[in-house]
């Protein structure tokens, strides 16, 4: 376990030393929260306080299951890149050689803002109908943080 600066009791399970520095990670949840911040706020900072207690999994190994693509549809078999545990637990799956922007690391930390607004679930089925809370904006978020994370060579 490594704590991530900048945060106050935020760790990460690393499974190899050479992957996803501590720095680099921080960087990539600061810079999530900045853009959240922006185009969703978080005036109470209750975000802000979740960040600051995460526990991020970078395990390797593959999970299955049943999930929910973005558009919403089930999928009984899927092979997960990541999960959101709870509120302040996600896993991760790394991607070997490959950059943070091409994890779903960002995709987690929505989930985990979204759980952290509604108290409940991180809206599992994404755009579905099912459950609540993602929007389009949410998706694009994704894509404007990866980017920023990837022109930087995270």
């Known amino acids: 376990m490594i704590k991530l600066p900048?945060?106050?009791?935020?760790?990460?399970?690393?499974?190899?030393?050479?992957?996803?520095?501590?720095?680099?990670?921080?960087?990539?949840?600061?810079?999530?929260?900045?853009?959240?911040?922006?185009?969703?706020?978080?005036?109470?900072?209750?975000?802000?306080?979740?960040?600051?207690?995460?526990?991020?999994?970078?395990a390797p190994r593959d999970k299955k299951g049943r999930a929910f693509d973005i558009s919403g549809n089930s999928v009984y078999d899927a092979s997960f890149g990541g999960l959101t545990l709870t509120p302040t637990m996600i896993w991760v799956k790394p991607r070997s050689g490959r950059p943070i922007c091409e994890t779903s690391l960002v995709h987690e930390l929505v989930h985990v803002g979204i759980w952290n607004l509604k108290g409940s679930n991180g809206d599992p089925d994404h755009l579905g109908k099912k459950f609540a809370g993602w929007t389009v904006e949410h998706s694009a978020l994704i894509q404007r943080v990866n980017d920023k994370l990837c022109s930087l060579g995270i």
Do not use: M
């Open 6 to 58: 900048l945060f106050h009791q935020t760790w990460q399970i690393v499974h190899s030393c050479d992957q996803y520095r501590r720095e680099p990670v921080a960087i990539a949840v600061s810079l999530f929260y900045s853009e959240w911040q922006s185009k969703f706020g978080d005036s109470s900072n209750r975000l802000r306080r979740t960040l600051d207690k995460l526990l991020i999994d970078w």
